[in-house]
């Protein structure tokens, strides 16, 4: 089993002990992951700061994989971004839109045909 969409919101004024914290948290996040026989997938596990800082001195990891620092995130239905705007979420949407309008349009004789 694998352990998906998980997400951890941590918040510190200093970056150092956002570091240690949240290396910290992970470790236990880790052990209780193994625990309840979950599966970090570790390749597709990335951090984000929100808003984005002007020092970025954040080092992630566990079980020696280095997680990737990007400037978007997925949460269960809404993408952040690290400026905390609504762009990328917007764009997100706007293109799953156009996708089933397409889908819709080219469907439309077929639906009027089923409803007489």
Known sequence: MYADDTNVF???KDDRNLNSEANLYLQELGTWFKT???TLNL?????SFFP???TDCLSLTLDGIIFKKVPTCKYPGIRF?????WRNH???IYNKLK????IFFG??????YIGG
């Open 43 to 47: 390749d597709n596990t990335c951090y």
């Open 107 to 112: 469907l439309r004789s077929m639906l009027a």
């Open 10 to 12: 941590l918040f510190d």
């Open 52 to 54: 984005i800082r002007a």
């Open 99 to 102: 996708q089933l309008t397409g």
């Open 36 to 38: 309840n026989k979950l």
């Open 81 to 85: 971004d690290d400026q905390l705007t």
């Open 90 to 92: 917007s764009d997100y």
